[in-house]
């Protein structure tokens, strides 16, 4: 079946530095891939997506490709900021499965002033 | 525009009462509703999902159940809690192959 992994965290930064968050992903079709942030708190919001391969999903300042030869959709943002301490979720979804959701576990990225 | 609702967004309960945790969706028609639950510090485990009024598939064997007596309305429910039901409840839909959207949810404690 279909399933994600990401690197485990926590992960913890200073302000302005690089962040990656890799995320791979198992599945038989072609699926859509999305990442969701989690504030502390409060439910998940989009933060990006993307519904075919070599599509660059981007918002914020954080960027992801999907890559179909190696099938992943790593998070990038080049300078992060304390407002982005959240847990990041990377997903899949496949169209014949119902659109059903499949998450990675989480990480969670604390950046520090 | 569409927004989705749940309620309580905070609830505790004793091991062994009932539980009813309802979540609405205004603004769109015939979506398909999801609940999910996260365990603490833990990703999320689909729970439920429903593509119609009346149709529920079950994701994983347990204590709760869920229901849709409406178009934009998906209840989950238990008729007793065990404490391993404790966690942040989330409601979901989408009306496509894209992404889902989140309601704010609901934290559960069983004591």
């Known amino acids: 079946g279909d399933s994600v992994t990401q690197m485990e965290g926590p992960v913890t930064l200073s302000e302005e530095a690089f962040l990656t968050i890799n995320c791979t992903y198992t599945?038989?079709?072609?699926?859509?891939l999305f990442w969701y942030v989690q504030y502390p708190g409060e439910g998940l919001q989009l933060l990006l997506k993307?519904?075919?391969?070599?599509d660059k999903g981007s918002n914020k300042g954080f960027e992801a490709t999907y890559r179909k030869e190696t099938t992943s959709f790593h998070l990038e943002k080049g300078s992060v900021q304390v407002s982005d301490s959240a847990v990041y979720f990377c997903a899949l979804s496949d169209p014949r499965n119902d659109y059903k959701l499949s998450f990675g576990a989480g990480t969670t990225v604390t950046v520090r002033a | 525009s569409q927004t989705i609702h749940q309620w309580p967004a905070t609830l505790v309960q004793p091991v062994g009462s009932p539980l009813s945790l309802e979540c609405t969706v205004e603004g769109t028609s015939n979506p398909n509703l999801y609940w999910y639950r996260q365990a603490a510090g833990r990703g999320l485990q689909l729970l439920f999902y429903?593509?119609?009024?009346?149709?529920i598939s079950s994701e994983v064997p347990q204590n709760l159940s869920a229901s849709r007596p409406q178009d934009r309305q998906f209840i989950l429910s238990s008729k007793k809690l065990l404490l391993s039901d404790s966690g942040f409840y989330l409601c979901?839909?989408?009306?496509?192959?894209?992404?889902?959207?989140f309601g704010p949810g609901t934290r559960l404690t069983v004591t």
């Open positions: 979901a839909w989408t009306t496509g192959p894209w992404e889902q959207y």
């Open positions: 429903s593509v119609g009024i009346g149709q």
């Open positions: 993307a519904t075919k391969a070599d």
């Open positions: 599945a038989t079709g072609y699926p859509s």
